[in-house]
């Protein structure tokens, strides 16, 4: 229980205390664009977090059949994800932890090659918010770091591994130069976050779980973690996400994994959804970075 609170129940919090929970991240302004680039209706934002081998590593795990799995993300996942996005000349970002990036310094190498953006994902995919903030400082930077030297382009987004933002994840975002978040979702279109009732500077490019092929298709064996959606029934919540995002002309942002979304089964969901999308004709696809960069300066 927090000091302040005095040891007391929530139902007993004084309203400043609980005031004060609530204002520390906030939704502020809306950076909803009258119109996207081109002149575009809907805009099309796909990520990749790249979690690979940290998925078993970030628990302190040591799984040779786990790891084997994220290992799966690096020689199939990647390279599926990177000849599906050439051939439809579709941009995307992809969130990296920095031990992925030390991994698989070639895979980095490929995907800024080939015209992707890469954002931040934590060092290890830990969990910020157990982290005192020198830590998630000191890794934050080093992550920042560690993608510049492999890539030779310094990143300039984050998304939180797990969505997990601490009560510092903001001050650093302002503190380490990062333009923009990916992490939150108090809205469906972009929105400026606010730090303490203060209009921070930071871009909000909303995540949502429902739009995320893990919640539908990740499991463990360990843990009885039994998820599951039919590929046609998890392409369906894309699809109707992507609908309304079109009809309301607002964004439509989509996060995948690569050991996730690639099984021969699956792939089809992001192919369809590419397909599907380019279809409507006045869409602009663009990594999550070209979109934050639009609606701070289109607003």
């Not at 020689?75 to 932890?97: D, N």
């Not at 469906?188 to 976050?193: A, G, I, M, S, V």
């Amino acid at each position: 229980m927090s000091e302040t609170a005095g040891g007391l129940e929530p139902w007993q919090w004084p309203e400043k205390h609980w005031r004060g929970l609530v204002s520390r991240v906030r939704a502020g302004r809306s950076l909803k664009p009258k119109h996207w680039k081109g002149g575009a209706k809907c805009a099309i934002a796909l990520s990749f977090d790249s979690d690979h081998d940290t998925s078993e590593l970030r628990e302190g795990g040591k799984s040779i059949g786990r790891l084997a799995w994220g290992q799966y993300g690096n020689r199939v996942g990647v390279p599926r994800i990177l000849s599906l996005l050439e051939k439809y000349e579709t941009p995307a970002s992809f969130y990296v932890p920095a031990v992925t990036a030390m991994l698989y310094p070639d895979e980095q190498k490929r995907i800024v090659d080939g015209g992707h953006e890469i954002g931040i994902h934590g060092w290890i995919h830990e969990l910020n918010s157990v982290l005192a903030i020198n830590d998630e400082r000191d890794l934050m930077l080093r992550s920042i770091d560690t993608i510049e030297s492999i890539t030779g382009q310094r990143p300039y987004g984050l998304r939180s591994p797990s969505a997990d933002f601490s009560e510092n994840t903001l001050r650093l975002l302002q503190e380490t130069g990062l333009e923009y978040d990916s992490s939150l979702g108090a809205d469906d279109d972009c929105y400026e976050l606010l730090i303490n009732g203060e209009p921070s500077g930071i871009v909000e490019v909303p995540f949502e779980w429902v739009r995320d092929d893990a919640v539908y298709f990740m499991m463990n064996r360990f843990q009885g973690l039994r998820p599951y959606t039919p590929p046609a029934g998890v392409f369906d919540i894309f699809k109707r996400e992507l609908d309304a995002a079109y009809n309301e002309g607002g964004i439509f942002n989509l996060t995948m994994h690569p050991h996730i979304i690639t099984y021969r089964s699956r792939i089809w969901i992001l192919e369809e959804i590419v397909r599907y999308a380019r279809s409507l004709g006045d869409v602009w696809f663009a990594s999550h970075g070209e979109v934050a960069r639009w609606v701070r300066d289109n607003s």
